[in-house]
């Protein structure tokens, strides 16, 4: 169960979300819909919450000027999941436990809300009541970390290596920037936002990496071994990629997550307790 203070920041972020919805208004028959519908549906938010939990645990007065910045992140990250799913990627049918957006409307709208989504994360963060130092800050962050030396170069070389084994090195490398780096620059832009010292933000940023390596292994052990009604999405949809099951076997990736689980209780030993005490709230709640 998440941690109370938790519960508090996914409710305001979830009514930011519904009253901030991006607004497309034209002709068009279905793209504000579209772009809304697939923005509502609920998921794990995990990423705002991250960001969201930095800033409330070193500056809490500033929770709501981070909202913007925290869709942001739930922008990006909805923009890279529309595009996972396409034909021209995994083709699935299913996310979140409803059709994704190709089956329901077509190839086209579902490209151009993750376009326009993509796209639209960096105006929300311009538009932040913040300063803008910490503004282009947040900018060089998330772009650094979700296009081409980030998530995009994660996920080129997951379709390029489909069907070619990698090493134990170079899938983690796969995930780091396919994954892991994403949810690192959430709890480092939280870190940002409360102008934590460099030395503290990268360490807060080396966490994120062990946590996203975590999520990923997570996400490829239920992959394994849950159906889909049980997943809200297509399991068992994984088995000519590179993840941790199909190369380690579910034991070994287990074996992998305990590990993950006890360096992120070293390393975050070296922050302070609350951080500490919230991370491992929040592994407990989500990556358990």
């Not at 169960?1 to 497309?24: A, D, G, Q, R, V």
């Not at 208004?25 to 919450?49: N, Y």
């Not at 070389?157 to 899938?171: G, V």
């Not at 796969?174 to 892991?180: D, F, M, R, S, Y």
């Amino acid at each position: 169960m998440l941690h109370e203070k938790s519960e508090i920041l996914l409710k305001e972020f979830e009514n930011f979300l519904h009253t901030n919805l991006p607004n497309c208004k034209s002709f068009h028959p279905h793209f504000e819909k579209a772009l809304h519908d697939i923005l509502k549906l609920k998921g794990k938010r995990f990423r705002p919450l991250l960001l969201l939990s930095v800033v409330d645990i070193y500056e809490p007065l500033l929770v709501p000027n981070s909202l913007s910045v925290a869709m942001a992140l739930e922008m990006i990250h909805t923009y890279s999941l529309i595009h996972d799913d396409l034909p021209t990627f995994d083709n699935a049918s299913l996310r979140r436990s409803h059709p994704t957006l190709h089956v329901t409307y077509d190839e086209v709208t579902a490209t151009l809300v993750g376009d326009a989504l993509n796209t639209d994360s960096f105006l929300f963060i311009a538009n932040a009541p913040l300063s803008n130092d910490t503004k282009i800050a947040l900018i060089r962050e998330l772009s650094s970390n979700a296009g081409s030396s980030g998530m995009v170069l994660g996920q080129a070389i997951d379709c390029f290596f489909e069907n070619k084994k990698l090493t134990l090195d170079k899938l983690t490398f796969l995930h780091i920037h396919k994954t892991a780096k994403l949810i690192a620059c959430s709890l480092k832009m939280g870190a940002i936002i409360v102008d934590l010292p460099k030395e503290k933000q990268e360490l807060i940023y080396e966490i994120g990496l062990k946590i996203g390596l975590l999520f990923q292994v997570q996400d490829d052990i239920i992959d394994a071994t849950k159906t889909t009604k049980e997943a809200g999405k297509p399991t068992s949809s994984d088995t000519n990629k590179n993840s941790f099951s199909n190369l380690l076997g579910v034991k070994g990736a287990l074996k992998e997550k305990t590990k993950l689980i006890d360096e992120i209780k070293i390393i975050t030993k070296k922050v302070d307790s609350k951080l500490e005490q919230r991370v491992s709230n929040m592994i407990d709640t989500y990556l358990k």
